[in-house]
């Protein structure tokens, strides 16, 4: 039985940026050499493959753009990418 808790992470540092596209492609970049790695050990191990991607935003809007390369790289990863947008305004 899996646990929807478990987890494999890898993680970018975080950095205060607007252009989250530009953070996602650095991130992909740094591991597609790890492609087949990953994905073995995602059917070894019975894993989903996402990419998570947390948006803090205060007074500003991100911009979120993918382009066909990035989405490509990340279809050779076989990965889900969620996006979390929390709002840290004051209202």
């Known amino acids: ?13 975080e950095k205060e940026c607007i252009h989250v596209g530009d953070e ?20 070894k191990y019975s ?5 998570g991607c947390s948006i803090y935003i205060q007074d500003q809007v991100p911009s979120i753009n993918l382009n066909s390369r990035l989405l490509e790289d990340i279809t050779k990863l076989d990965a889900e990418i969620d996006f979390d947008i929390y709002n840290l305004s004051e209202e």
Request: hydrophobic share 50%.
């Open 1 to 13: 039985m899996r646990s929807k808790y478990d987890l494999w992470g890898l993680w970018s540092q």
């Open 47 to 51: 894993l989903d493959i996402e990419i």
């Open 24 to 43: 996602i492609r650095s991130f992909v970049d740094n591991i597609l050499e790890l492609v087949p790695r990953i994905r073995a050990a995602a059917k």
